[in-house]
């Protein structure tokens, strides 16, 4: 099991950038697929990217692809989510996530370690 503790999030104004942060504790972060997944106001929490244990691999949603890019450090057990050209639509609250096994193609529902979340607001 990971402990997951996210950071980074705030108000900006449209167009603005962001990272948020995901700090682990706990053993093997290395052998963890991470997820960042996000909840708008008034709707359901879904999965915008993924990366492998490794960071070789990624995948990322049809919504924020080409904006946001996702990274991580395995030796500081940090996952990040750098968020580029912000929208309104965006605002949310951001998780990560961590599900055992390297590959990044695992399913939204195999991730079973969560943060608390940090919460994302965008202006217009």
């Known amino acids: 099991q990971l402990q997951l503790v996210e950071s980074g999030g705030g108000s900006v104004q449209a167009g603005d950038s962001l990272r948020l942060s995901c700090v682990a504790s706990?053993?093997?972060?290395?052998?963890?697929?991470l997820a960042w997944f996000r909840r708008p106001p008034g709707m359901g929490r879904s999965m915008i990217t993924t990366?492998?244990?490794?960071?070789?691999?990624?995948w990322y949603g049809s919504l924020v692809k080409g904006r946001f890019t996702t990274s991580r450090d395995n030796a500081q057990k940090t996952v990040y989510l750098q968020m580029n050209n912000l929208k309104p639509e965006d605002t949310a609250v951001y998780y990560c996530?961590?599900?055992?096994?390297?590959?990044?193609?695992?399913?939204?529902?195999?991730?079973?370690?969560w943060g608390q979340g940090t919460r994302v607001t965008v202006s217009a």
């Open positions: 996530a961590a599900a055992y096994g390297s590959s990044h193609l695992q399913p939204a529902n195999e991730y079973d370690n």
């Open positions: 706990g053993r093997y972060f290395g052998n963890y697929a």
């Open positions: 990366i492998s244990g490794s960071g070789e691999d990624t």
